[in-house]
């Protein structure tokens, strides 16, 4: 007979820290069919993957993306190249996690560390989620600027509004949820192939730039942006999140499904975060093509690049193409960052509260400091604490990724999906480049 598709203890002895399921009843709610081709089944997998990568092109990337290709030209194409590889890697190892294992990766770290530890790595991961959310305020208010002349002090207060629409989502269901995230993927990635088309960059420049350079590292500005774009690909709530959402899928928790829903899995998040290298490089590349060739190296700010893309390339349609993708960007954002938040809360914490209410918190503690910002510093102010805001990611990063690695090598944890030993000295590489870079940067700053 076979296992119900129903929530498990996983297969090591330690109990888990909450007898409730990562997501609740998300939890193993879509159906998987046990035969048909291999295409209907990829179907059934695909959605985590691309709402994963949403927070690998939300509006954080714009800015530092922008800023790069602006005043660096196609210098740092190899950066968001080597940042999407981890970040391939990295989800990976989120999703064998959580399928291996039936926890998420906050639960995992609430029953495997101390209780002062724990509440530490929960601590940094939700100020990641608040500068991720500082980022999508900005934004989508950007946008509403840019497309409806609202203020950008009242698009920031109006964000706060989205609660209804993620509520209305959640309560349809999860594949509701994927539907509307991979919609809005879709017309993002339609303007950014137009834009690209319109740019016409040069094939050799790109080709070139995704070689890595020395000038990355040695240029002080550059090194700020390559943490930047780092900071604002690899997302940390974004290990928490696919941890947890690989489990609404309804496969058999046996080994045997086990394994094959984490091929599906690794397949699904690997196409969607092609698709965001794709995003990031436009952006980037775009930049590179109409700003930096042109001379125009001060290009930094969203506002900017909005009113200098349609002059600049005498096509009309170019700058409002870009403020419908970076509306659409701003507010999938926010979907994943809602769900990502209340994973984060429940498992360290073993605390539920109501979707809305996390939301507006959220929002709330985002909106503030966008509002003062703007209100004293006007546009260039969010502009610069935009760009912030991803330096602030990826300083949160190692203490997402430095925990996932070490669940993922532990064989008692993981039993047979523990991972072997190439990508254990792959995934500890990773975790040590983001802390000399983090390191790299704070001396930078400190030092002037």
Known sequence: ???????????????????????????????????????????????????????????????????????????LLSVILLSNLM????????????????????????????????LLLWIACEIAIIACDLAEVIGTAIALNLLFGIPLMWGAILTALDVFLILLLMNRGFRWL??????????????????????????AAIADGFLPKAE???????????????????????????SSIVQTRAYPRTEEGRRMGLRWAVADSTLALMLALFVNAAILITAAAVFHSAGRTDVAEIQDAYHLLSPMLGVGIASLLFAVALLASGINSTVTATLAGQIVMEGFLSLRIPD???????????????????GLYGESGTAKLLVLSQVVLSMQLPFAVIPLVRFVSDRQLMGSFVIGRLTQVLAWAIAGLIVVL???????????
Not at 50 to 74: H, I, K
Not at 178 to 194: D, K, M, P, R, Y
Not at 216 to 240: D, K, Q
């Open 1 to 75: 007979m076979k296992e119900s598709a129903s929530y498990v203890e996983p297969a090591w002895q330690e109990p888990a820290p909450s007898a409730r399921p990562s997501l609740g009843r998300m939890n193993a709610s879509v159906p998987v069919p046990e035969g048909g081709s291999w295409l209907r089944r990829l179907l059934a997998f695909l959605g985590p993957g691309y709402m994963v990568s949403v927070g690998y092109m939300d509006p954080g990337n714009w800015a530092t993306d922008l800023a790069g290709g602006s005043q660096f030209g196609y210098l």
């Open 87 to 118: 970040a391939i890697l990295l989800q990976a190892l989120a999703a064998r996690l959580g399928i291996a294992t039936g926890l998420d990766l906050a639960q995992a770290c609430r029953a495997r560390y101390s209780r002062p530890v724990s």
């Open 178 to 203: 994927e539907a509307f995230v991979i919609a809005l993927l879709t017309l993002i990635f339609v303007c950014f192939g137009v834009q690209m088309v319109l740019a016409q960059p040069s094939i």
């Open 216 to 242: 990355i590292v040695t240029n002080p500005a550059a090194l700020y942006l390559a943490i930047g774009i780092i900071g604002a690909t690899v997302m940390p709530h974004n290990l928490y999140l696919h």
């Open 356 to 374: 809305w209410a996390r939301r507006l918190i959220t929002r709330g503690i985002a909106v503030i400091p966008v509002v003062v910002v703007t």
């Open 438 to 448: 983090n390191v790299k940067l704070l001396a930078d700053i400190l030092l002037g």
